[in-house]
């Protein structure tokens, strides 16, 4: 997205150059505290703040929530160089480890401070650009001053063949009478598990159920080992591939339900991207997490999916089964699919280069 973003920022001519500042090891971390991680905040901290220090005043910097905690040091400098700086929030640091951290005696005065610095801060950006209404409400709370935009993420161009809703899984449900739940991307502290497994465990009384999953890190793989075990079903698992084939992916293979997960205690802090993936391949969602996030507008507004909260009580998720297991509300949660894919696709680089530069001015600039 970030190609995506200095590519629009040039084709609409809202800057005459644009440079990106990266970090030296490519590739996908799942979080945590890893060396490659850690190598790419030091080197990202380093490469930024002498750039910001040594460049030109009128530039505008754009910096991204990843690697954790870089925007804070970033935005210090730029207001103290008079330079406009743009927060693009992706996850939300330090707010997500105040909030699972913040009890911790060792902890709580560093995960403070960061609070209070963060807090302070977002007045300067021009302007926070967030990804969901939840997470707009949540930097409003944090600082009314702060000025916010509301922009979804995106995935890449898909051919319009891959369109249209999955037709391996209809004619897979029609033939076999199994339910398929695909689960994309990265699984870790800020996604929930009891109340999707809960949803399946109980789907799997009344239908049959096949787990397929892409990209999940080694490290959760036991969570859908043991449900596989427990429902006797089969899961097939596949590793991180792109976007595209990965939509491919989940028609060839007729998934009927894409799962979203998301812990409510973290509402505001992040919005999972995976919804995306399953719009591009026609699956309707299964989503367990707050509201206002995208994966809950997909079914809220409309109709593409199953919404619960995360922590919903045996009742709401005997609710959720009964359409998990019913091929009409399928079929309709389809249709709303399709309609949710058309509205998230019409963002992309593009459109974020316009919205920031509507308020903080890119114009004929670096």
């Given at each position: 997205?970030?190609?995506?973003?200095?590519?629009?920022?040039?084709?609409?001519?809202?800057?005459?150059?644009?440079?990106?500042?990266?970090?030296?090891?490519?590739?996908?971390?799942?979080?945590?505290?890893s060396?490659?991680?850690?190598?790419?905040?030091?080197w990202?901290?380093?490469?930024?703040?002498?750039?910001?220090?040594?460049?030109?005043?009128?530039r505008?910097?754009?910096?991204?929530?990843?690697?954790?905690?870089?925007?804070?040091?970033?935005?210090?400098?730029?207001?103290?160089?008079?330079?406009?700086?743009?927060?693009?929030?992706?996850?939300?640091?330090?707010?997500?480890?105040?909030?699972l951290?913040?009890?911790?005696a060792?902890?709580?005065p560093?995960?403070?401070?960061?609070?209070?610095?963060?807090?302070?801060?977002?007045?300067?950006?021009?302007?926070?650009?967030?990804?969901?209404?939840?997470?707009?409400?949540?930097?409003?709370?944090?600082?009314?001053?702060?000025?916010?935009?509301?922009?979804?993420?995106?995935?890449?161009?898909?051919?319009?063949?891959?369109?249209?809703?999955?037709?391996?899984?209809?004619?897979?449900?029609?033939?076999?009478?199994?339910?398929?739940?695909?689960?994309?991307g990265?699984?870790?502290?800020?996604?929930?598990?009891?109340?999707?497994?809960?949803?399946?465990?109980?789907?799997?009384?009344?239908?049959?159920?096949?787990?397929?999953?892409?990209?999940?890190?080694?490290?959760?793989?036991?969570?859908?080992?043991?449900?596989?075990?427990?429902?006797?079903?089969?899961?097939?698992?596949?590793?991180?591939?792109?976007?595209?084939?990965?939509?491919?992916?989940?028609?060839?293979?007729?998934?009927?339900?894409?799962?979203?997960?998301?812990?409510?205690?973290?509402?505001?802090?992040?919005?999972?991207?995976?919804?995306?993936?399953?719009?591009?391949?026609?699956?309707?969602?299964?989503?367990?997490?707050?509201?206002?996030?995208?994966?809950?507008?997909?079914?809220?507004?409309?109709?593409?999916?199953?919404?619960?909260?995360?922590?919903?009580?045996?009742?709401?998720?005997?609710?959720?089964?009964?359409?998990?297991?019913?091929r009409?509300?399928?079929?309709?949660a389809?249709?709303?699919?399709?309609?949710?894919?058309?509205?998230?696709?019409?963002?992309?680089?593009?459109?974020?280069?316009?919205?920031?530069?509507?308020?903080?001015?890119?114009?004929?600039?670096?």
């Amino acid at each position: 997205m970030s190609d995506d973003l200095l590519r629009g920022l040039r084709e609409g001519g809202y800057a005459r150059t644009t440079a990106r500042w990266k970090g030296l090891l490519p590739g996908l971390t799942h979080g945590g505290t890893s060396p490659r991680r850690l190598l790419n905040l030091v080197w990202l901290f380093v490469r930024s703040t002498t750039g910001l220090l040594l460049g030109r005043r009128d530039r505008v910097v754009i910096v991204r929530s990843t690697p954790p905690l870089l925007h804070l040091p970033v935005v210090t400098l730029c207001r103290w160089r008079g330079m406009r700086c743009v927060f693009w929030l992706m996850d939300y640091h330090p707010v997500i480890e105040e909030r699972l951290w913040g009890q911790r005696a060792l902890l709580r005065p560093l995960v403070g401070w960061l609070d209070s610095w963060d807090r302070h801060e977002l007045a300067a950006f021009a302007p926070v650009v967030v990804l969901d209404e939840a997470m707009a409400e949540l930097v409003r709370e944090r600082n009314p001053r702060a000025k916010v935009l509301v922009h979804p993420t995106w995935g890449a161009a898909l051919p319009r063949a891959i369109h249209g809703g999955p037709a391996a899984g209809a004619q897979g449900v029609a033939a076999h009478d199994v339910v398929v739940f695909a689960y994309l991307g990265n699984f870790g502290q800020g996604h929930g598990w009891a109340t999707l497994a809960a949803c399946i465990r109980s789907t799997a009384r009344r239908r049959a159920v096949r787990l397929l999953t892409v990209g999940v890190p080694e490290a959760a793989e036991p969570a859908f080992a043991t449900l596989a075990n427990e429902v006797g079903c089969e899961w097939e698992r596949h590793p991180r591939m792109p976007f595209i084939a990965a939509a491919t992916l989940l028609r060839e293979r007729g998934a009927t339900w894409g799962c979203v997960a998301m812990r409510g205690d973290l509402a505001g802090c992040l919005s999972p991207s995976k919804f995306s993936g399953y719009l591009a391949a026609g699956v309707p969602l299964l989503y367990a997490g707050p509201p206002k996030t995208n994966a809950w507008q997909v079914c809220a507004r409309f109709g593409g999916g199953v919404a619960l909260n995360d922590s919903a009580e045996p009742a709401e998720v005997a609710r959720a089964v009964v359409e998990l297991a019913d091929r009409d509300v399928w079929r309709r949660a389809i249709k709303g699919a399709e309609r949710a894919r058309e509205y998230f696709e019409s963002f992309d680089g593009g459109t974020l280069a316009k919205l920031i530069t509507s308020v903080g001015g890119c114009n004929d600039g670096e």
